[in-house]
Every structure is written in structure tokens, then in C-alpha cells.
């Protein structure tokens, strides 16, 4: 729960210039949050336990959004707002954590919504994960599909999947990921990691190459398109052991 008086660093308006960005991500990650929303026209929004707070304070303007987007994007992810009016990017501040950001349009306006990612070196027993999700990674190929709504912990599933293999496996392991959230230093696997934007023009363009690259695991981050559930079928039935995930509310849906 949000104690009363949490968000008293948004009680009176300041300068943006005074806005400690890495402040609030601090609060979210101290209450357990999960998302930040910053908005034109409302103060920022936490969401904690499922449920959206508002934060008591002015409201923020277009200018606001505008020059925190900026100080907080990639140099090649502002021409991809500018052209696609929305992009997906990682954001990490040392001594909170990684969060997930994306930056879109609405109304005219920019809106940002950064979700941390809740990743460290949890077991399986820790995230209440049964042990057949372990074996599952010992697979030497195949098809592995996380799936679950959003904020689910789909993508922490995968990293402690990933982090098992890297630990225990002499293997090649490449994910392509937009963006990439969790990163995974050489251990005894060799690790690639791939961020769509930066690194590759698509997941589609990503896996018709990677077969060329001597992968032993692929990290597929979502399967968005037909062409990318084809190549990630054909790699698991030609000895790849490929992980992705599905945005799917029940096994039917599945």
C-alpha cells in the first residue's frame, strides 16, 4: 500500500529543470510499483498493486513531458518518435534499477510510461515458479512460450530462464529484444544480445539472420507478426531451442 505522505516531492510545483526524475523511479521502486506515467494535463501516476495513484502536485504541461522525453531518449530513438510518433526504449539509473520506457503521442502531446523491470538474482522458488519451468530450460531445443497478460512477470521468467542456461551451458545464445531490458554478461554461455531499432530493423528481419549466426538458444523478447512466429517454429524444429513470449490472458487464447 501507498502510505499517506509518500508523494509530498510532488506537493508544490518546481522547475523542471529541478524535477528529480530519478527521485520519483527511487519512491516507485521503494513501494514496490510497477509503472510511472507522466501526462500532460495530470500530475505524475504510480501504479502500485494493480491500482493507479494520482500524485498530489501541479499538473504537467506539454513543455514538461516534451524535455524530460528528451533528457531521458537515445539519440536514434528521437528520430524514430519523430517518424513513427512512438518508440520503446531501456532506461537504467544506477542505484534504482532498469525500467522499461515508452514514449508515444497523444492528443499532440508526449506521454511516457516507464515500467520497471524486476530483475536480480531471484530463484526459481523465489518467484513461486514450479521446478518444470527449470527443466524447460535444459531443453536442447525446441519451442518454449512464457505466456500471461500484462505484468504478469513474463519477462522475469525469461531472465531467470536465460541466467540458468548462461550459468550451466557451453552454448551460443542470442536474443533479439525490443528493447532490451535485462542484460546478461558472458558466464559460460556467449551471449548477443540484439536491440530492435539500434541493432536490427525488425524481429522478422532479425530471425531470417540469425540462423546464419551459429545460435545454440534464441531469446525471441515478443512474437508480434506471422513471419516471426514461422521463423521461430522452423528454428525449434532444426535444433534450436528457441523462448519468446505471447500477450495471452488464458491457455485457449494461448
Known sequence: ?????????????????????????????????SDLHLKVGSPPIIRVDGELHRLEGSRLT???????AQQ??????????????????????PGVGRFRANVFFQRGSITLVLRRVRVGSKTYEELGLPPVVSQLADAPRGLILVTGPTGSGKTTTLACMIDQINNNRSVHLVTIEEPIEVLHPDR?????????????????????????????VILIGEMRDAETVWAALAAGETGHLVLSTLHTTDSVET
Do not use: C
Open 188 to 216: 559460460m554461455a556467449t551471449v548477443n544480445q540484439r536491440e530492435v531499432g539500434m541493432d536490427t530493423d525488425s524481429y522478422a528481419t532479425a530471425m531470417r539472420s540469425v540462423v546464419r549466426q551459429d545460435p545454440d
Open 1 to 33: 500500500m501507498v502510505p499517506d505522505g509518500t508523494w509530498s516531492l510532488w506537493n508544490r510545483r518546481t522547475p523542471l529543470q529541478d524535477i528529480d526524475l530519478a527521485a520519483l523511479l527511487r519512491t516507485l521502486a521503494e513501494h514496490d510499483g
Open 72 to 93: 531521458i531518449m537515445p539519440p536514434d530513438r528521437r528520430g524514430w518518435l519523430d517518424q513513427k510518433k512512438e518508440t520503446d526504449f531501456a532506461l537504467s539509473v
Open 62 to 68: 506539454p513543455q514538461d513531458t516534451q524535455l524530460l
